[in-house]
């Protein structure tokens, strides 16, 4: 079983910066996947950005070159920038692992996004 943790998300206006974490209840040095994904109101969760074990990063088309990915292994710790926030980008942000072949969901961390 692993616990994650969310925290760091609020109110911010347009153009703004959040940065979110997820603590992690096991030893992440040898998780593989893992992963930001976001929910809207009314609309399905859909991928922000993943992080492998060797830092290899993939964003969504969207927020590519604005939101940074980054992982603490010596933490737990896994990391969400975002800069430049837009009002589409409200939502729910959940951090996601794959561990031992199961994935598991933080409780998940609002984010809204003022115009």
């Known amino acids: 079983q692993v616990q994650l943790v969310?925290?760091?998300g609020g109110?911010?206006?347009?153009?703004?910066s959040l940065r979110l974490s997820c603590v992690a209840s096991?030893?992440?040095?040898?998780?593989?996947d893992m992963g930001w994904y976001r929910q809207a109101p009314g609309k399905q969760r859909e991928l922000?950005?993943?992080i492998t074990s060797s830092l290899r990063t993939n964003y969504a088309d969207s927020v590519q070159g604005r939101f940074t990915i980054s992982r603490?292994?010596?933490?737990?710790?896994?990391?969400?920038?975002?800069n430049n926030q837009k009002p589409e980008e409200t939502g729910t942000y959940y951090c996601n692992v794959?561990?031992?072949r199961d994935n598991y969901?933080?409780?998940g961390s609002q984010v809204t996004v003022s115009s």
């Open 48 to 50: 922000v950005a993943t």
């Open 6 to 8: 969310e925290s760091g």
């Open 11 to 16: 109110l911010v206006q347009a153009g703004g």
């Open 98 to 100: 794959v561990y031992y």
């Open 26 to 32: 096991v030893n992440i040095f040898r998780i593989n």
């Open 105 to 107: 969901w933080g409780q």
């Open 72 to 82: 603490d292994n010596a933490k737990n710790t896994m990391y969400l920038q975002m």
